[in-house]
C-alpha cells in the first residue's frame, strides 16, 4: 500500500492548512488512517486518526479543537484541516494506515505498517 501526503507550505501562525492523504490501494475502507507529526528533535506524535467504516475519529491532545480528520466519499483521501496554527504546529507531518489497529494502539506510531512520505508545515510567527 502507497500513501501520497500532500499539502504542506509556510503558514503565517493563526493561518489554516490542509493536507491530503491518498492511497495506491483501490480503497481505505476497512483501513485505520493516522496523521503523524514529528519535529526536528523530537520524536513522532500522534495528530489524529480515523477509523474508515466507522468514521470515528481521534486527536492528540495539543490539536483537539484546532484540527480535524476527514474522508471523501470516494474512499481513497483523508484530509486533515489545520486551523489556528502556531509555531509549534512546525514538523514534517506523515499519514500512516493499517487495517488492524486495535482502539487502544490507534495513537502508536508502530501500530501502522503504511506510511507515505512527510509532507512539511512550517508556521511562522
Known amino acids: 500500500v502507497q500513501l501520497q501526503a500532500s499539502g504542506g507550505g509556510l503558514v503565517q501562525a493563526g493561518g489554516s492548512v490542509r493536507l491530503s492523504c491518498t492511497t495506491s490501494?483501490?480503497?481505505?475502507?476497512?483501513?485505520?488512517v493516522g496523521w503523524f507529526r514529528q519535529a526536528p528533535g523530537k520524536e513522532r506524535e500522534f495528530v489524529a486518526g480515523i477509523r474508515w467504516n466507522s468514521g470515528f475519529t481521534y486527536y492528540g491532545d495539543s490539536v483537539k479543537g484546532r484540527f480535524t480528520i476527514s474522508k471523501d466519499n470516494a474512499g481513497k483521501t483523508v484530509y486533515l484541516q489545520m486551523n489556528g496554527l502556531i509555531a509549534e504546529d512546525t514538523a514534517s507531518y506523515y499519514c500512516?494506515?493499517?487495517?488492524?489497529?486495535?482502539?487502544?494502539?490507534?495513537?502508536?506510531?508502530?501500530?501502522?505498517?503504511?506510511w507515505g512520505q512527510g509532507t512539511q508545515v512550517t508556521v511562522s510567527s
Open positions: 500512516a494506515a493499517d487495517r488492524g489497529v486495535i482502539l487502544s494502539n490507534i495513537r502508536n506510531a508502530h501500530a501502522y505498517d503504511y
Open positions: 490501494e483501490h480503497t481505505f475502507r476497512g483501513y485505520t
